[in-house]
């Protein structure tokens, strides 16, 4: 993740390094239960993008079925934690310092992304910016996966925007087509232990 919840009372980081000084919540170890189903079904496959990739879980995920995996973030902290799991695991990936908004700069096409917990840092025209960068480096009837904050999350946690199924239908209406949005959860490292998300998949048309 770029950036991610914060609890009550904490300082917001002056910067997206600022978030891996120590160990932040949804630093979890592994993958996401979500995004590990996903990748256990075959849903996850081709060229594949992670999207805020953070210390890079889920670009190994990808990359431990032997796909070609590219995680991009701004926290160079999380990059470098990444790459070192990449080496002790022997596994294949590259890890990009990279702003999100502008994905079109990549200048390469994917067949897959994952996004966990990037597009709800988003709102406004950094959002638009975003799903539009996405579009431009997927392929016509590539797949994004996104775990995001839900709505329905009582907790108060930020810098971040809970997201509405509203908020979905307008963030993909053009050039999408939301093939499902259903309730799911992000599991972090302190209590409660998850925090209301939606798992949303989407076609790019």
Known sequence: MTTSPHSPGTTVPR???????????????????????????????????????????????????????????????????????????G???RFLRHDARELAVLGTE????MDCGLFHVFGGEDRAAYVDGLRAVLRPGGRCFVL???????????PMHKVTRHDLDA??????????????????????GHVEAWLVAVTRT
């Open 110 to 113: 994917f067949d897959t992304a």
């Open 15 to 89: 910067s997206p390094d600022d978030l891996y000084v120590t160990p932040p919540p949804w630093d979890i170890g592994r993958p996401q239960p979500a995004f590990a189903a996903l990748a256990a079904s075959g849903a996850v496959r081709g060229r594949v993008l992670d999207a805020g990739c953070g210390t890079g879980e889920h670009t190994l995920l990808a990359a431990s079925l032997g796909l070609d995996a590219i995680g991009v973030d701004l926290a160079a902290r999380a990059l470098c934690t990444a790459e070192d799991k990449a080496q002790k695991r």
């Open 171 to 192: 963030a993909f209406a053009d050039g999408w087509r939301i093939d499902s949005a259903e309730p799911s959860a992000i599991d972090i490292t302190s209590e409660p």
């Open 91 to 93: 596994l294949a990936a």
């Open 148 to 158: 995001c904050i839900s709505a329905r999350e009582r907790g108060v946690w930020g």
